[in-house]
C-alpha cells in the first residue's frame, strides 16, 4: 500500500465583523426647528458619544415599522386619555353635587388642573403623534420631527404628572425620564433615514 497523506484542509479564515462607519460629527441631515441646539446636543450625545450604536438591520427594521409602532401607541394613548378625562369629570360633579364641600375639596386635590394639564399635554402628544405617521410613512424629515417633538411633550407629561396627585410622585418621574431617554436613544439612531 502506498502511503497516504491526508489532505490538507484549508483553515477556515475567521470573519472580523463588519464594522459600520463611525457616524458623522455633524448632523445629517442638518438641525432645524425651534429645539435646533437642544437638537445638536442630543445628536451628539446620543449618536456621535454613544457607546453603543444600533445594527443597521436594525435601524432599517425600527424605520420600517416606526410608522405602524407610532400609530398604536396612538391609539392606545387615546383609548387611555378621552375615558380618563370622562372619569375625571365625572368624578368632580359627582362630589361637588353629592358629596359637598368636604369630600369635594378631597377629589379636587386629586383631580384638580395639574390633573387636567396633564390630560391636555398628553392630548397635544396624541395629535402630534397622529401627524407624524403619513410622513414617517415616507420617511420625510417633518415625521422625524413630529416624533422627536413627541417624546419632548412626553418628557413634559412626567413632569407634570409628578405633581399630579398634590404630591411629588418620584416613580412617576424616573419612569418618564427613562423612557424618554429610551425613546429618544433609538429615534436618534435613526435619524439619518429621514431625509428633507
Do not use: H
Not at 51 to 59: G, M, S
Not at 68 to 76: E, K, R, Y
Not at 143 to 165: A, D, K, P, Q, R
Amino acid at each position: 500500500m502506498e502511503d497516504q497523506k491526508p489532505e490538507k484542509v484549508p483553515e477556515a479564515v475567521p470573519q472580523t465583523p463588519v464594522q459600520e462607519p463611525k457616524p458623522s460629527v455633524k448632523p445629517e441631515p442638518p438641525v432645524s426647528g425651534p429645539l435646533s441646539s437642544f437638537e445638536a446636543w442630543l445628536y451628539d450625545m446620543l449618536v456621535v458619544k454613544a457607546p453603543y450604536q444600533l445594527p443597521k438591520a436594525a435601524k432599517e427594521w425600527i424605520v420600517r415599522y416606526s410608522p405602524w409602532i407610532t400609530l398604536v401607541i396612538g391609539v392606545i394613548l387615546a383609548l387611555t386619555v378621552i375615558p380618563v378625562l370622562m372619569a375625571a369629570m365625572a368624578v368632580s360633579s359627582y362630589s361637588s353635587a353629592v358629596l359637598g364641600s368636604v369630600y369635594s375639596a378631597a377629589v379636587a386635590t386629586s383631580v384638580g388642573p395639574m390633573f387636567y394639564l396633564s390630560l391636555a399635554v398628553l392630548a397635544v402628544q396624541l395629535v402630534v403623534m397622529f401627524m407624524s405617521v403619513p410622513m414617517l410613512l415616507k420617511r420625510q424629515r417633518k415625521g422625524w420631527m413630529l416624533v422627536f417633538y413627541s417624546n419632548i411633550v412626553s418628557l413634559v407629561y412626567s413632569v407634570f404628572n409628578t405633581f399630579t396627585y398634590g404630591y411629588f410622585n418620584i416613580g412617576s418621574l424616573f419612569l418618564g425620564l427613562v423612557s424618554a431617554a429610551v425613546g429618544l436613544y433609538v429615534i436618534f439612531q435613526v435619524r439619518s433615514y429621514y431625509k428633507s
